[in-house]
Each structure stands twice: as structure tokens, then as C-alpha cells.
């Protein structure tokens, strides 16, 4: 697709999935713009819950539904449209273009770092346009500053050398039972993470963040109806629940061992896993994060518990007075018809580290609409609306980055 669109592209190898790199030359060149997108997906199960198949794309109720419609593969699209716009209204792009899409974001970009390092004589661009952006529920185009860290962990447990008759229980130990308890040390029901300098690096919103905080709409009543819940975790309200990003989680992903299919089996589960994943937030490192992990579970006497790290990324953050951030506001509001809100932390992680750390700023223009795309779950889907406006806005705002 960015070869018949006049890119140089090649497919660049990793150990991994591998990453597709393209340059094109514009009407400025001594203007760069990168653009980031990934072609993997989140798995589209449990496919009973799908109301269409979930790689079949449909087109009902003015929106199109699939898996990846709106991550990332709308975003994509968007931004190829965008580009045939400007191509065949000017006759060409306005300025330099570089695009990088990998294959493997969805589980937290374990090659990229690697890549980018070895091929950033590749990447030394001016400005980034990442994934996953859009507008709020109210229809004010959102500018995301930051996004949080990750450390990904798969904990391991083995008591016995297979499953076992559940009349030995009282002789014989539970490997579940050895990692719910290990569980339970990490985190307490105040939602406090009880690892040792876990929260040592972790800093406060700056008097800038906390300004820019205090002018978002909270999102209280659409997360409560969106999720069919009475109320947040904590009793946020307010201002605390756009600040709720400035603190780090501990989350369970998901847990498993033991018998658990239909019926009774009395067995005592030999093995049991689970995966947690761990949003951090500026100054934490995912690595120092691994390392008091493995300090927690060995004082608590889990020193059987094995410890498998599946992702780590650092958090990204972008200048809130970057000129691109300006301009995506400016533009932004001709698209849209409001102004801009700008949001100095998102919950979720991304690896634009991999740029801001080297003093690239990184906006986000895209396809969602709040946090209504049912991205990750089941009918994924995105509006044709949206879409539409997406490319207005990249069109709009790649031009006014080649002026400068």
C-alpha cells in the first residue's frame, strides 16, 4: 500500500514480527514527519460475543465492525486516505514523510527498542503522528501529551510434580492456592501497591499538568454507563478521575490452573500461572520495577515463584508548549468545531518513548470516539464519521507541519 503510494518501503527484520519501513520524499525537505502504526491485533476471543465475524469487515448503523477496525488498522487507513488527498490536490506531499509500522505493539513492542536503535540514522525526523487518537465523548479533539509505562509479567508456580487427588489436600501443596496467596502480597484492598519502593520514582502532576487537568470534562458518568457500573474504584469523582492516570496499577490480566472444565474433577493443581501488568507512570522504570518485584516475592517467602517478563516499555512524554502540539490544536479545532483538549497522561502504553526521549514530539490525531470503540473487547467497530474527520485533521495538520 505505501509502495503504489510512491514510498520506498521495505520489510526490515527482527527476532520478532517483522517492521515495515518507508520514506517518501515532499515538497519541504527539510522537513520530516513520521508516522507509527502497527498491523498486529489484539485476539479477537471469545467469539461468541461477536455480533459479526470478527475478521469480516461490516458496515452497519453508520460504523464498520472488526477486529482492529479502530486498533490500529483504521488509524492506517486514515492516514493513507489523508495522504491521496494531498498528493491529488497538490500534486505531491508537502514535506518529508517516514513511516514505521511493526507487528507487535499489542504485546508491548519487545523488538522495536533494538530496531530503532539500529536503524535511528533512519528515523531522525522532526515530529511523530502515533496511533490511537480521536475525540471525546462531548466532540473535542483530544491531544494526548503522555502515556504510561508497562512491565509485563507472567508468574509461574509448580508445588508437585503432577495434579494430584484432592483427599491429599491436607499432605500436599495447592500450586493456586501458593500463587493466590503470593497475589494477595502484591496489593491491598485500599488499592496500595505493598512492594517495596514501588512508588519511590514515582512524581506528582507538575503545576502545568495539573492545570491542563482541571480543564478536562471528568469521563465519571460515561465510564460508569459504558462498563454498567454505580461507581469507580476509590469513589473517584471529579478532577480525580482524569488524575487517576498519575498512579500506577498492579492489574491481574488473567489466571489460570487446575481443572476448570465443566463438572467436578477433585484434583490439587501441580501448576498454576497468571499475568499482571504493571501501568507506571514518568520516572518509573519497568526494569527497577522487575528487580523489587523479584525482592518482594523472595522476603515474602514466594521465592518459588517464577517470574517471566513478556513486556517493558518506559513512559513517553511530549512538551505541552511542542509546536506540533499547537498545530494538531489549531487544526484540530477547524476540523471539529471545538477546541482541543489536551490530556497530559493516557492510561494506557504505547512506545513513543522510543522518540520523545530523543526530543521528538508526538501527537496523535485518529479515528476514536471516546472510550465507545469497544477496542479490545468484542464488536470492535469504528464510525464512518469519525474516519472521515481523521483524515480531514492528519491532512490539515501535515501541511501545516511542512510550513513550520
Not at 502497527?38 to 461468541?48: A, S
Not at 478521575?241 to 477433585?266: H, L
Amino acid at each position: 500500500m505505501l509502495g503504489r503510494r510512491g514510498f520506498d518501503a521495505e520489510v526490515s527484520p527482527t527476532d520478532g514480527h517483522p517492521i515495515v519501513l518507508a520514506h517518501a520524499d515532499g515538497a519541504n525537505r527539510k522537513r520530516d514527519l513520521l508516522f507509527y502504526n502497527h498491523y498486529d491485533v489484539q485476539p479477537p476471543e471469545p467469539l461468541e460475543l461477536w455480533e459479526s465475524p470478527p475478521f469480516d469487515l461490516t458496515q452497519r448503523d453508520g460504523a464498520v465492525f472488526a477486529r482492529g477496525s479502530k486498533d490500529d488498522k483504521g488509524e492506517f487507513v486514515a492516514r493513507l486516505a489523508s495522504l491521496d488527498a494531498l498528493a491529488k490536490a497538490g500534486g505531491g506531499y508537502p514535506c518529508r514523510l517516514t513511516w514505521l509500522a511493526e507487528g507487535e505493539e499489542e504485546v508491548g513492542s519487545p523488538h522495536l527498542p533494538e530496531w530503532v536503535e539500529k536503524h535511528r540514522h533512519d528515523l531522525a525526523v522532526d515530529g511523530a503522528i502515533w496511533e490511537e487518537g480521536g475525540i471525546d465523548a462531548q466532540g473535542h479533539p483530544l491531544i494526548t501529551l503522555g502515556v504510561r509505562g508497562l512491565l509485563y509479567v507472567e508468574l509461574r508456580v509448580q508445588t508437585i510434580s503432577r495434579d494430584a487427588h484432592s483427599g491429599q489436600a491436607n499432605l500436599l501443596p495447592n500450586a493456586v492456592w501458593r500463587l493466590v496467596w503470593a497475589l494477595a502480597s502484591l496489593k491491598g484492598v485500599d488499592e496500595r501497591i505493598n512492594i517495596s519502593g514501588f512508588y519511590d520514582a514515582v512524581r506528582h502532576p507538575s503545576p502545568v499538568e495539573r492545570d491542563l487537568l482541571a480543564k478536562l470534562p471528568s469521563q465519571e458518568e460515561n465510564i460508569k454507563k459504558e462498563y454498567g457500573i454505580d461507581r469507580l474504584l476509590l469513589d473517584r469523582r471529579g478532577i480525580d478521575v482524569v488524575a487517576a492516570t498519575f498512579d500506577p496499577t498492579c492489574n491481574i490480566a488473567g489466571i489460570g490452573g487446575g481443572y476448570q472444565g465443566p463438572g467436578s474433577k477433585t484434583v490439587i493443581p501441580s501448576r498454576a500461572t497468571c499475568k499482571v501488568d504493571f501501568r507506571l507512570v514518568p520516572e518509573q522504570d519497568p526494569y527497577d520495577i522487575e528487580t523489587k518485584l523479584r525482592r518482594h516475592l523472595d522476603k515474602e517467602g514466594f521465592e518459588d515463584v517464577e517470574i517471566d517478563v513478556l513486556g517493558a516499555e518506559r513512559p513517553g512524554l511530549t512538551k505541552p508548549d511542542a509546536d506540533l502540539v499547537h498545530w494538531m490544536a489549531e487544526t484540530g479545532e477547524a476540523v471539529y468545531g471545538k477546541q482541543a483538549m489536551i490530556t497530559p497522561l493516557s492510561g494506557g502504553t504505547t512506545p513513543t518513548f522510543l522518540f520523545t526521549e530523543h526530543g521528538v514530539p508526538v501527537v496523535a490525531p485518529g479515528v476514536g470516539w471516546g472510550n465507545f470503540n469497544r477496542a479490545h473487547s468484542p464488536n470492535e467497530f469504528m464510525r464512518l464519521q469519525d474516519f472521515e474527520n481523521a483524515i480531514r485533521h492528519l491532512a490539515r495538520l501535515t501541511v501545516r507541519f511542512a510550513e513550520g
